[in-house]
């Protein structure tokens, strides 16, 4: 089992950063898939940023030159730094992590979840 504990969040002006971690403990190795996804009520999970095994990153369309994922392999730690936040960017947002991942943008590829942050930006 992989336990995957987020951080960070919280309410911020139109325009400014927040910074979300994601600390994986438990049977989780550097090797896993991991991504960050956000839903609000009535939607689907949605994938907004993912960093494959060998640190290549991919992007949400909405979120691309805003955010930026990384991981440190030393601490086992992910993190989405999100800038220039928008008001449509409020969600909630789940770190998640995958040994076998096919389609790295697909919620479903996913095994283990953290608990959810959740990010507001006032206009």
């Known amino acids: 089992q992989v336990q995957l504990v987020q951080s960070g969040g919280g309410s911020v002006q139109a325009g400014g950063s927040l910074r979300l971690s994601c600390a994986a403990s438990g049977n989780y190795y550097s090797r896993y898939y991991m991504g960050w996804f956000r839903q609000a009520p009535g939607n689907e999970r949605e994938a907004v940023a993912v960093i494959e095994t060998d640190g290549r990153t991919s992007y949400a369309d909405s979120v691309k030159g805003r955010f930026t994922i990384s991981k440190d392999n030393a601490k086992n730690t992910l993190y989405l730094q999100m800038n220039n936040l928008k008001p449509e960017d409020t969600d909630m947002y789940y770190c998640?992590?995958?040994?076998?991942?096919?389609?790295?943008?697909?919620?479903?590829?996913?095994?283990?979840w953290g608990q959810g942050t959740q990010v507001t930006v006032s206009s």
């Open positions: 998640a992590a995958g040994l076998y991942v096919a389609d790295f943008f697909r919620a479903s590829e996913y095994t283990y």
